[in-house]
């Protein structure tokens, strides 16, 4: 998803995107490394100050994931063998929102996992 389009539209003062889940497509993942890393799924304009990013396995939401971030990737490492895929949460938001003002957006993906 891209919303960096927002960026030259002067006369916007908020925004709000929900989506519903996205499949994105699967990633194959070494049984020796036990990492993966992941081109960011949501590409933010200037206005999102904060991003928030967290990753859990699709067997068990309540576990929430370590996670990296370095530029546009989300990084996971010591991913257990046992995990098929993640679900992955993003929520940009800007520095203040309300109500009436300000700039959020809230999306989920689903990413399987292949182990080599």
Known sequence: M???PLENLNNLHSFYSYGNTVDLPTVYVSKELKTFILEQP???SSQFKKIDVEVRPSHDTSKVLEVQRSNNAIIVE????????VEIWMQGS???FGWDTGFQSTMRFNVPIIWY
């Open 94 to 96: 800007s520095e203040y």
């Open 2 to 4: 891209d919303i960096t």
């Open 42 to 44: 949501v590409k933010y």
């Open 78 to 85: 010591n991913l257990d063998t046992n995990v098929s895929g």
